[in-house]
């Protein structure tokens, strides 16, 4: 009887110090889940650096909620897509990665898809109890594999490619290459109504609604295909923009209503009382394109282009609760996303592969002893090219012509001093190559 009545006190003994383990453990993790800001991501779609209200604008501009986003946050004078067109800025975002190290060179190395090899910012955060959800143009593969619940998400609502989608007729087309257009729900296929711009923003918004209620924190990337073509917008919307050009009114009302969306993110951050510890990033996927009229002033030329229009885009980053309101010059770059949100979350990035991106936190606390970057590199592997060291820029547009500019004095790139600068014009040159070197095959030379 002895041995049976101490059997049971050293099971009620166990038992009760494994459940207050237990409730002490889980209590703990939703304490830290609590503490973890919740993260988002805005990408604007092919958006001019001049098209945003907050930066050097014309006067027809209307984006009072980014300008606000912009006012509360941390704006970037030199902030970089990290390819002058959009699919591979969004493998380089989600991989935090030269996407080049990959082969992803192109808009069409989007039909292949983001190579299962490489880990996404999402799979990351999933693994740390984020809830993720992704709304919007997907761009990063068309099948299964790829597909953005195969790679770390657990919602989706939009399209998977390819670049453009017709943003009121959302019904979809079974055969041919029409299906890629078909919008998403999660796995499922599904015709939709109304303006694309606008539901992005409710899929966005009901998304936040779901997962505030909850511990775990939550992971939410937007990337609009606003404002790209092709140009269509509501009708009373178009109606208020008169700048005696037809496709830039109607850009215009684009850029409008996705401003609206972004407001209506913003404010259900804020009714949810999540937004003062949520950390937003927004950014464009590459300079404006001349297609829809944007306006990249004071940077030449646009989409598609290596000079600092097609590349440099507006940036800013938001966290209320960690940075007050400034202005940082440092040049930085969309692929520094992901190692930045690996910091502020402590996550420690995998060790067999190389991260290009940096945390971009120590810049904006002016922490800086060197560049944040040593040099930044461009190439979409059709003979054209780029290499930022410091202030100092060279352009290949085509093959063998090298422009060199300095940037601090010549935003616009109209002043080449490769002639006075031979020196300068080699060492980038040896820069680039080195770099170009460690490149992978590029997708397409693989077929």
């Known amino acids: 009887m002895k041995k049976l009545a101490k059997s049971l006190f050293l099971i009620i003994v166990f038992t009760a110090t494994f459940c207050f383990y237990s409730f002490g453990q889980s209590s703990l993790t939703a304490k830290k889940n609590q503490e973890r800001p919740n993260i988002v991501i805005i990408l604007a779609d092919d958006q001019g650096n001049a098209d945003a209200g907050y930066q050097r604008n014309p006067a027809e501009v209307s984006t009072p909620s980014i300008d606000k ?25 989600l991989t935090g990665r030269y996407q080049q190290r990959y082969g992803f060179f192109t808009a069409a190395d989007s039909r292949e898809g983001l190579p299962l090899s490489e880990i996404t910012l999402a799979e990351m955060l999933q693994k740390e109890g984020y809830k993720t959800g992704v709304f919007g143009k997907w761009h990063l593969g068309l099948t299964k594999p790829f597909h953005p619940l195969s790679r770390g998400f657990d919602e989706f609502y939009g399209f998977l490619g390819h670049g453009a989608h017709d943003y009121f007729d959302l019904t979809c087309k079974e ?77 215009l009302a684009m850029l409008h209503r996705m401003d609206i969306a ?3 993110v913003i404010a259900t951050l804020k009714d949810e009382g999540v937004y003062e510890n949520t950390l937003i990033f927004y950014f464009s996927d590459n300079g404006g394109a ?108 085509k093959s063998e012509v090298f422009e ?3 940037l601090k004095n010549d935003l616009g790139e109209k002043n080449n001093l490769a002639k006075q600068h031979p020196e300068k014009v080699n060492k980038l040159k040896e820069k ?12 397409g030379d693989k077929k």
Request: net charge negative; glycine share 6%; aromatic share 12%.
């Open 69 to 93: 986003l912009a006012a509360a946050g941390v704006v970037f004078t030199n902030g970089y897509a990290s390819a002058y067109v959009c699919a591979p800025t969004r493998a380089g975002l």
């Open 175 to 251: 055969d041919g290459d029409d299906f890629h257009q078909c919008i998403y729900r999660n796995n499922e296929t599904i015709n939709d109504t109304g303006y694309l711009t606008d539901n992005l923003a409710r899929e966005a918004s009901s998304f936040i609604k779901n997962q505030s209620k909850k511990e775990d924190p939550f992971f939410l990337y937007l990337p609009f295909n606003a404002v790209h073509f092709p140009l269509q917008a509501p009708e009373e919307d178009i109606k208020k923009f008169n700048t005696g050009n037809k496709d830039r009114d109607i850009m």
């Open 262 to 264: 972004i407001g209506n």
């Open 290 to 397: 001349k297609k829809v009229s944007a306006n990249n002033l004071p940077f030449r030329d646009y989409k598609q282009s290596v000079y600092e229009g097609g590349l440099r885009v507006p940036f800013v980053i938001s966290w209320p609760k960690m940075f007050s309101p400034a202005t940082c010059n440092e040049p930085v770059i969309s692929f520094d996303i992901l190692p930045t949100i690996c910091a502020a979350l402590d996550i420690e990035l995998p060790k067999d592969r190389v991260y290009d991106g940096k945390n971009i936190f120590p810049a904006i606390r002016g922490e800086l002893k060197e560049p944040l970057h040593p040099e930044l590199f461009w190439d979409g592997n059709q003979n054209k090219w780029a290499v930022r060291m410091e202030n100092w820029k060279l352009v290949s547009p």
């Open 404 to 406: 060199l500019y300095n």
């Open 432 to 443: 680039y190559t080195n770099w170009r070197n460690e490149m992978a095959t590029p997708m």
